[in-house]
């Protein structure tokens, strides 16, 4: 578990959040809705057997493309052994889980703050399960992704377990994960 605490000094900070900042993002995108629409990407390159690696660099916001990252992030993919890769970095599935647990840290500790809640400790823990038959054809019965995922947060806060649950449900990728999402796929030969 990690301790976020506020500051004395300087922004008002409610879980290491900006709450005035906040306050303000949300009163801007209320008065204009536009301000809302985001489109974020990633480029991916295959490198070798299960190894691939993705790239995130700027993304489009607020009626601009942001140019803040003077890097893009590297993100690099295989599989383990077991599955025929050489472990240069955590498989496809094993990414979403952090995804999925990433957000909804976020999510619940931005939705904290903003209702005025302290989040002094938050940690969490994740797991999928998942069966190959799906993946590798030997069954149209089994799905191809997870069957079931399941998290667990440990939160040391004021705030009841119930109310701390319902901000997880703010998080945009538990929404894709949960309510599933269309996806477009287009492959053009090269």
Not at 108 to 131: K, P
Request: hydrophobic content about 40%; aromatic content about 6%.
């Amino acid at each position: 578990m990690t301790t976020m605490t506020a500051e004395k000094s300087g922004p008002a900070l409610t879980n290491g959040v900006d709450v005035t900042a906040l306050g303000e993002t949300i009163a801007a995108i209320n008065a204009d809705p536009g301000l809302a629409s985001f489109r974020f990407r990633a480029a991916n390159e295959w490198i070798a057997g299960g190894h691939n690696r993705s790239l995130i660099g700027g993304f489009y916001g607020c009626r601009t493309e942001d140019e803040t990252r003077a890097e893009p992030f590297v993100l690099d993919a295989d599989e383990p052994p077991v599955l025929l890769g050489e472990d240069r970095g955590a498989n496809p599935v094993e990414f979403l889980l952090h995804a999925l647990a990433a957000c909804m840290t976020t999510s619940m500790v931005y939705h904290a703050a903003a209702r005025g809640i302290a989040v002094e400790a938050l940690g969490s823990h994740i797991e999928g399960d998942l069966d190959l038959r799906g993946f590798l054809g030997l069954s149209d019965e089994v799905r191809k992704g997870y069957q079931a995922i399941r998290a667990r947060f440990e939160v040391r806060s004021d705030a009841d377990a119930e109310t701390l649950r319902a901000l997880v449900e703010y998080s945009p990728v538990y929404d894709v994960v949960s309510r599933s999402v269309p996806v477009t796929v287009e492959v053009h030969k090269a």
